[in-house]
């Protein structure tokens, strides 16, 4: 059974940094894109990031690129979103998501999420 | 970026009805078209990829259908556990984009 779980959120203060964690288990991690997708308290999904089964490409949305970095080590099947320069509008329940083997594909599995509250 | 619409933005129906949502996609697509169900305080589930294929473990009156830029999620019969939001996502190039979203509740 494919199993996602994130970790690392909780409340920042604007221009601040927080790092994400996505711990996966039950298929083969190497093999597959990773996405990270996010949902502003009562609004709808908004992709956030995508990274390639080996690490070589990624891609960000444009209200994060410059700011967000993602990364995975797939010795330690995790995924992770660092997060800087947060502002207000970043406050969001981030979720990870399996891809396929190749960037354009389906979320198939999702972690349960992780808030992430930005505000002083 | 490609744009997806939704309609309705919500809906009331009553059990056993037939229900059917639309997407719009704001160019083709072709059939990269995926359908998700988002129960309240609950992470999204995949119910429909390719437009039209179901995916496993998805009850068989949820369907999907269209290609190109019109698409289609219907329920054929709706029960108390499809209260959920519905959302359609493109996938057919970067950035993926999801659809506003459409509330479905009993009546």
């Known amino acids: 059974e494919v199993q996602l779980l994130e970790s690392g959120g909780g409340l920042v203060q604007p221009g601040g940094s927080l790092r994400l964690s996505c711990a996966a288990s039950?298929?083969?991690?190497?093999?597959?894109?990773m996405n990270w997708v996010r949902q502003a308290p009562g609004k709808g999904l908004e992709w956030v990031s995508t990274?390639?089964?080996?690490?070589?490409?990624?891609d960000f949305a444009d209200s994060v690129k410059g700011r967000f970095t993602v990364s995975r080590d797939n010795s330690k099947n995790t995924l992770y979103l660092q997060m800087n320069n947060l502002r207000a509008e970043d406050t969001a329940v981030y979720y990870c998501?399996?891809?396929?083997?190749?960037?354009?594909?389906?979320?198939?599995?999702w972690g349960q999420g992780t808030l992430v509250t930005v505000s002083s | 970026d490609i744009q997806m619409t939704q309609s309705p933005s919500s809906l009331s129906a009553s059990i056993g009805d037939r229900v059917t949502i639309t997407c719009q996609a704001s160019q083709d697509i072709s059939k990269y078209l995926n359908w998700y169900q988002q129960k309240p305080g609950k992470a999204p589930k995949l119910l429909i990829y390719?437009?039209?294929n179901l995916e496993t473990g998805v009850p068989s009156r949820f369907s999907g259908g269209g290609s190109e830029t019109d698409f289609t999620l219907t329920i054929s019969s709706l029960q108390p556990e499809d209260i959920a939001t519905y959302y359609c996502?493109?996938?057919?190039?970067?950035?993926?984009?999801f659809g506003p979203g459409t509330k479905v509740d009993i009546k």
């Open positions: 390719d437009a039209f």
């Open positions: 990274i390639t089964s080996s690490g070589g490409s990624t």
């Open positions: 039950g298929f083969r991690f190497s093999d597959y894109a």
């Open positions: 998501a399996k891809g396929g083997p190749t960037t354009l594909s389906s979320f198939d599995s």
């Open positions: 996502q493109q996938y057919d190039s970067l950035p993926f984009t």
